[in-house]
């Protein structure tokens, strides 16, 4: 007779089986009673609603959203397909912002279907789907399907965005906008409805971006129809707009477009930089006495248990892998170690900064060294596959707990050299250091330590002007966590930049 183990290693292989091409999400009916109940008891298996099951991780803890929110978008595809086929779409504003790059888990999505009942479907974790009722389908050219998510075309979404959009959501609008190259099928659009006060809105919005050939053809072709029509810009009058490129990749647009409009919100916020020289061997030795603190600390964020103790032996060199199986087999010390590697190879670049290396390049040269010191212990104490040094991820990650989607792995190839630039490109540090943390956070290019190596990069940059290093401490880890939130859900910059310099500003935790 098979034992418990051995009955649970077959419902796991079946559901390995299942799970090929990172599927993770499953009708309740595609399980057999057994393999089911044996999957959701062991914590493999969650329930979504009632009939749909998600992917989980026996580790997980009761109220931790993680599980949906990472299965929220596969969900949804296949949900709304059970249900209506492929008579369903999302609404223009969310398929705007999917287009642009924003995969932010919604409080509420909104469905287009001709076999809709106006009813909202509660998700977990306050969300929802909305079948809104549409009497007939879009046109086939006025649709596109991206990983199974069927949306409005760009160009079709366009024509059907309320003015309240490019107010509520200025930075997606832009990169709409920018991106589209040609009006005609625009204008198929606004023609055949008669959409004059939308045409005038868009005609506005695209000579704010610079595109004043496309506002022209817009104008010229609604008038040409005799329709009256009404160039209005639609965008907030105060805010910060420019044209992109078409050709640079989405991920990239959407990082040149966040830096440049929330700069300004940085510089309004965090205090000038220090006046008087730097004095290169007195920084150093702060940075010093203060890594006991940063260790600590950084380390505790991260929800690694980490001693004063411990931190001393690791620096001391008690620390012995080799000969004393406790620090072989204890995850923390491991982590300290790396820490202590890590921040030895940061410092010598802090040294440069502070010499007048340009931080951006040094941080380009120098971050994958970084990474490849903080977990170069694990990997020695066989803990982490030696693969884990090559450098970025190749698989998708999600936030614990955060709406929050990081790009999709083959995007971080793309994203991780433009944040490079866009750094070599900033003369002002504290932009740098906060715009710099927050996106290598967004990016989340590791599979583990991006919020470590974010730190790191923070610092460096601080040091580049001479503001001292500085730390965030464990008890201020919720306002953090929600600050950075609130800049990646939100595009609100403000609370992480005021958050940074209230840390810098503070004295130096203590570790009595």
């Known amino acids: 007779m098979a034992k418990p183990h051995e009955k649970l290693a077959e419902s796991l292989e079946f ?14 009916s595609e399980f057999g009673r057994v393999d089911r109940e044996r999957l959701l008891r062991n914590g493999f298996l969650q329930p979504a609603i009632k009939g749909w099951l998600v992917s989980s991780s026996p580790g997980t803890r009761d109220g ?12 949804c595809s296949r949900y709304c397909t059970e249900r ?8 223009p504003e969310q398929s705007i912002l999917l287009h642009a790059g924003n995969s932010v888990i919604p409080k509420q999505l909104v469905i287009h279907t001709p076999k809709g009942a106006n009813n909202p479907v509660q998700l977990p974790f306050n969300t929802s789907i909305f079948d809104l009722n549409q009497k007939e389908m879009q046109p086939r050219d006025d649709l596109a399907v991206i990983d199974g998510l069927r949306l409005y075309a760009p160009h079709a979404a366009l024509a059907r965005l309320p003015e309240s959009f490019y107010r509520h959501f200025p930075i997606e609008a832009q990169l709409a906008l920018s991106r589209t190259q040609v009006a005609s099928d625009l204008l198929r659009v606004l023609l055949a409805a008669g959409k004059s006060v939308v045409a005038g809105r868009l005609a506005g919005a695209f000579r704010r971006v610079g595109k004043g050939d496309i506002a022209n053809e817009i104008v010229s072709a609604m008038k040409a129809a005799n329709y009256s029509i009404r160039e209005r810009d639609p965008f907030e009058a105060d805010r910060q707009l420019a044209s992109i490129a078409p050709e640079i990749p989405p991920v990239v647009a959407r990082m040149h477009v966040f830096w440049q409009s929330l700069r300004p919100v940085v510089l309004e916020v965090f205090p000038t930089p220090p006046q008087a020289p730097i004095d290169r061997e007195r ?10 603190n940063d260790a600590y600390h950084s380390l505790s ?35 300290a170690r790396g820490y202590w590697q890590a921040f030895q190879a940061v410092k010598n670049d802090v040294a440069k900064a502070i010499a007048g290396a340009e931080p951006g390049e040094l941080a380009r040269r120098s971050h994958g060294n970084w990474y490849r010191e903080l977990f170069q212990p694990c990997v020695a104490a066989g803990l982490v596959d030696v693969a884990a040094l090559a450098g970025y991820r190749n698989d998708a990650v999600y936030l614990r707990g955060s709406r929050h989607v990081p790009p999709r792995w083959q995007a971080v190839r793309d994203a991780m050299p433009a944040l490079f630039d866009l750094l070599a490109s900033e003369p002002q540090a504290s932009v740098r250091a906060v715009l710099g943390h927050w996106l290598l956070g967004h990016i989340h290019p590791w599979p583990d330590g991006n919020g470590r190596m974010a730190r790191f990069l923070m610092n460096v940059m ?20 929600a600050a950075l939130e609130a800049a990646s859900v939100a595009n609100d910059i403000a609370p992480f930049a005021s958050f940074i310099a209230s ?9 009595e």
Do not use: C
């Open 15 to 28: 559901l390995r089986k299942m799970q090929s091409g990172e599927r993770r999400v499953f009708q309740s």
């Open 64 to 75: 931790d959203s993680t599980p949906w929110f990472s299965s929220f978008w596969e969900f």
């Open 84 to 91: 209506f086929g492929a008579d369903w779409h999302l609404a």
């Open 283 to 292: 920084y150093l030795k702060a940075v010093d006495d203060i890594y006991r």
């Open 301 to 335: 964020i991260e929800g690694y248990r980490v001693t004063p103790e411990l931190l001393d032996r690791v620096r001391s060199g008690a620390w012995n892998p080799q000969n004393r199986e406790t620090d072989r087999q204890h995850r923390d010390a491991l982590a």
């Open 462 to 481: 601080l040091a580049s002007a001479g503001y001292p290093w500085t730390v965030i401490r464990v008890e201020h880890r919720d306002e953090y966590l």
């Open 503 to 511: 840390q810098m500003q503070s004295s130096p935790p203590t570790l």
